[in-house]
């Protein structure tokens, strides 16, 4: 189920896109300084999750709860799986929710400008390698 219709944003990163931002930041980069390092793209989970998940074969819902009603939902839910010392994590945690319903977007700006940072694959390229990955086939 989608929190407030999955309008939240993010940044996501590939690993070839880190690994290449990393050596990047070594070899061109200000000791103390911070860089950070994304696919160059910002998406909203509704963009982007269904896209992944597809990957693994699993197609999400339509269906949206709005965060003002998950997140004491998720409270209730956590409080009782700890009172109850029930196993594993609870099927509705605040953590997830808020990672879904607000904007998490990281600005490359300053790794772009000072170092010439490019990412080295596309969102879109990262999840078909991913797709290749699941099916079996070499990335």
Same mark, same amino acid.
């Given at each position: ?8 944003? =993010?940044?996501?990163? &590939? !690993?070839?896109?880190?690994? &290449? ?5 070594? *070899? ?12 160059? $793209?910002?998406?909203?989970?509704? $963009?982007?999750?269904?896209? @992944? ?8 819902? +339509?269906?949206? @709860? ?11 839910? $956590? ?15 605040? &953590?997830?929710?808020? @990672?879904? /319903? /607000?904007? /998490? =977007?990281? +600005? =490359?700006?300053? !790794? $772009?400008? *000072? ?14 390698? @991913?797709? *290749? !990955? *699941? ?5």
């Amino acid at each position: 189920m989608w929190i407030d219709g999955g309008r939240g944003r =993010t940044s996501t990163t &590939h !690993i070839d896109n880190l690994v &290449h931002g990393a050596r990047v930041v070594l *070899e061109q980069g200000r000791a103390g300084e911070i860089y950070f390092v994304t696919d160059g $793209e910002v998406r909203s989970f509704r $963009e982007f999750l269904p896209e @992944l998940m597809q990957a693994y074969g699993v197609a999400l819902g +339509d269906k949206s @709860l709005p965060s003002a009603i998950a997140r004491p939902a998720a409270a209730a839910i $956590e409080g009782a799986w700890r009172l109850l010392r029930l196993p594993g994590a609870p099927p509705l945690a605040r &953590h997830a929710i808020d @990672l879904m /319903c /607000c904007d /998490c =977007t990281l +600005d =490359t700006g300053k !790794i $772009e400008r *000072e170092l010439d940072y490019r990412p080295v694959v596309s969102v879109a390229d990262g999840l078909r390698r @991913l797709q *290749e !990955i *699941e099916a079996g086939k070499p990335a």
